[in-house]
């Protein structure tokens, strides 16, 4: 199983499914980068919360990606809290008249996540940097730089599965080697750098630099990938319950749809790619049933193993099995749908029926794929 999931991983770092290679020594040239940059293009939406973004607003802000700038000295860093990952170097929240969602927000990423950094804004308080799963701005009081050596000990994290990883959601407390404690918010699925018995926590100095600081681990995170068994999943998908929907993980405590799935195959070394619409390009079975009526669908889920990634547009969720003849999934989600029993509020990650939904469209109409792992 484990080299299964060694080739799976790899696989999806040349499929284009939205994974990479951190430690290829890709070179990365000004206009590469400026592609990259400008690959984000402006959100239509129009509101500041409650009030119209300005034009001169918008230039501002375009203004910022630093793109008259002719180059940039390529550079490493590891996240020293869990961040956002920004379309644009802003801090405003855009958003539609509902305000509810923050188009600018894209993810976020994990406490200690290695990153290539690539570009600086104009006004030198972001910089744009690729991850393993995902490029954008990020705010340069988030991360610490370092050299290559310590950015591939973090890399190499997500080629092999000699991680440390916590296998839930919440604050962590590590004794240091002076004897006091660090406390540290963790997100399942979390991979720390480690050296022989000892977690290295990272933190930033005031030039703007990484430092290590060896430090024992909680009996909790024991420097061990889980096997990927449908015991352990249910446990881990036991763990992830609760979890807060925070859209494109803007909240540090938060997670959507799609990261708290990648946050969860991670405690087993699977690596997903960040998306929803990416998750159903990855090198495993990909069953269809875009043409398929309800009955047709649910035959098909029925006999899908424990684990399946069911994915509808722009959402996903993890199929469990089913109970009394009726599906159940695992979802992240704000929606609020209607069973037998009534109106259900959401807003977290919980465990529901298929059979739910909306003006008569329940989650069983929606599905259209089935990401298989194993028979």
């Not at 340069?140 to 190499?156: I, P, Q």
Request: charged residues 25%; hydrophobic residues 35%; glycine residues 8%.
């Amino acid at each position: 199983m484990e080299e299964d999931i060694a080739a799976f991983n790899a696989a999806n770092k040349t499929n284009g499914s939205g994974l990479i290679d951190l430690t290829d020594g890709k070179e990365y040239t000004s206009e590469d980068v400026k592609a990259m940059i400008e690959d984000y293009s402006f959100p239509s939406k129009e509101y500041i919360h409650e009030r119209k973004i300005t034009e001169k607003e918008i230039e501002d802000i375009k203004e910022n990606r630093n793109l008259d700038a002719g180059s940039f000295e390529t550079g490493y860093a590891l996240a020293v809290e869990n961040a956002s990952i920004r379309a644009f170097p802003t801090d405003i929240f855009l958003t539609n008249e509902k305000n509810l969602y923050d188009y600018m927000q894209e993810t976020g990423l994990n406490y200690g996540e290695p990153m290539i950094v690539l570009w600086e804004s104009k006004d030198g308080e972001w910089y744009f940097v690729q991850a393993y799963d995902y490029n954008g701005w990020i705010k340069k009081a988030s991360v610490g730089l370092c050299d290559r050596d310590v950015f591939l000990n973090a890399a190499e994290a997500f080629s092999k599965a000699d991680v440390w990883c916590p296998k839930s959601t919440g604050e962590v407390e590590f004794k240091l080697e002076d004897g006091t404690v660090k406390s540290v918010f963790l997100r399942m699925g979390t991979y720390l750098l480690h050296d022989e018995e000892k977690v290295l926590l990272v933190t930033r100095d005031e030039k703007g630099n990484a430092v290590l600081l060896a430090a024992e681990a909680p009996a909790d995170i024991d420097g061990s990938i889980l096997k990927f068994t449908r015991a352990n999943l249910l446990e881990m998908s036991g763990n992830i319950l609760g979890t807060p929907y925070s859209w494109g993980d803007s909240s540090e405590k938060g997670m959507d749809c799609s990261s708290s799935l990648q946050s969860l195959f991670r405690c087993f070394g699977v690596l997903l790619p960040r998306n929803s619409s990416q998750q159903i390009k990855v090198a495993a079975e990909v069953v269809s049933m875009t043409e398929k009526s309800a009955k047709e669908k649910y035959d098909i889920i029925s006999e899908l193993p424990l684990g399946t990634i069911l994915y509808m547009p722009g959402h996903v969720m993890l199929y469990l099995g089913t109970y009394d003849g009726v599906p159940y999934v695992l979802q992240n989600t704000t929606d609020s749908a209607r069973d037998d029993g009534g109106v259900i509020m959401y807003n977290s990650f919980v465990l529901t029926s298929i059979n739910i939904g909306k003006s008569g469209n329940t989650l069983m109409d929606r599905v259209t794929y089935a990401v298989v792992f194993c028979r």
